[in-house]
């Protein structure tokens, strides 16, 4: 019997993200293109004292992280403790390196690494597919989180498609200071769109190709995200961080999903240094990391 497991999730960002009109449930259906890149968190899944219930703790960067039962990992774990025939006592820790509430499905890496954690704490032996089933119903980006790679989203972002990719991207992610509700963000969009008419969602050919390429450049030139005007209107400071890439030789900028966090594609690892530097310099932002993907979805690197 294993005694914990420790999964690796990673970040994300929309390479694009096409935002329909709203649905009467309050979500919009969307078509999105996520990649995975390589900032993790490390979630420690092991058997809990006898009668402590679900428990979590938190290292790293952890300002803002809920540790109640608010929080998506502890309430992914009592949704695998309430579907299948566990013990009821798990006890959570999570290594924190994804900024929280920064548009990088913190959160969601979080709650897929308890579902993929729990899978093989207890060898349920979950087919991966059921495993994107179980993390749908708890958020949008989850699916992707176990996933990983680059995939198209559809539906809520949780109906995935891998997508046909080459080569490595570099990226400067630059953090903001306080983070960014996404019901929020996405209720402005509909506010700045009030009275027009919305287009089903799509992702274009011109992203797809690219990718199959493997040309950053033309990524970067079919970047866009139709959250962006919205997080801008709600923390203008986002134009600010958004054009100071762009005056330091960034192939393409974007707000990465709901935001705050910018998401800066750059042609090499060189450049990443040299605009991660400048960023950090320039006062503009909170934090600037380098990042590459794709990386892989959330997996097993520890057993306890
Ligand atoms: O699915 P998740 O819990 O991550 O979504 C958080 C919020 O983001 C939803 O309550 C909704 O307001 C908004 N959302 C949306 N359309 C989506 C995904 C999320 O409106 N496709």
Same mark, same amino acid.
């Given at each position: 019997m294993k005694r914990g497991v420790v999964v690796r999730v990673p970040a994300k960002v929309n390479l694009q993200l096409s935002v329909g009109p709203v649905s009467p449930d309050g979500y919009h259906e969307i078509a999105t293109v996520f990649q995975a890149v390589s900032l993790f968190d490390d979630v420690t899944v092991k058997v809990g004292?006898?009668? =402590?219930?679900i428990t979590l703790t938190a290292s790293g960067i952890?300002?803002?992280?809920?540790? /109640? =039962?608010?929080?998506l990992a502890v309430r992914a774990a009592a949704l695998m403790v309430n579907r299948? /025939?566990?013990?009821?006592d798990i006890a959570l820790h999570i290594k924190k390196e994804i900024p929280v509430?920064?548009?990088?499905?913190g959160g969601s890496a979080d709650a897929a690494g308890v579902i993929v954690g729990i899978d093989a704490l207890f060898d349920l032996g979950i087919a991966r597919d059921e495993l994107e089933k179980l993390a749908s119903e708890l958020g949008s980006d989850i699916p992707f989180s176990i996933s990983g790679g680059i995939a198209v989203g559809r539906g809520r972002g949780d109906e995935l498609t891998p997508a046909l990719s080459r080569g490595t991207y570099h990226w400067v992610l630059a953090t903001s200071g306080q983070g960014l509700s996404t019901p929020a963000v996405y209720q402005e969009c509909d506010r700045l769109r009030e009275g027009m008419e919305i287009a089903r969602p799509g992702v274009s050919d011109a992203m797809m190709q690219a990718l199959r390429a493997g040309d950053a450049q033309a990524v970067g030139a079919a970047m866009s995200n139709d959250l962006q005007a919205a997080a801008c209107s709600l923390k203008p400071a986002l134009r600010l961080i958004l054009d100071v890439g762009n005056d330091y030789g960034a192939l393409a900028s974007v707000v990465s999903g709901s935001g705050p966090t910018v998401a800066f594609l750059v042609d090499d690892e060189e450049r990443a240094l040299d605009l991660t530097v400048a960023l950090s310099s320039s006062?503009?932002?909170?934090g600037a990391v380098r990042a590459t993907g794709p990386v892989h979805g959330a997996r097993v690197v520890e057993t306890l």
């Open positions: 004292d006898d009668g =402590s219930g952890t300002s803002g992280v809920p540790l /109640d =039962s608010s929080n299948y /025939d566990i013990p009821k509430a920064g548009g990088m499905a006062g503009v932002v909170a």
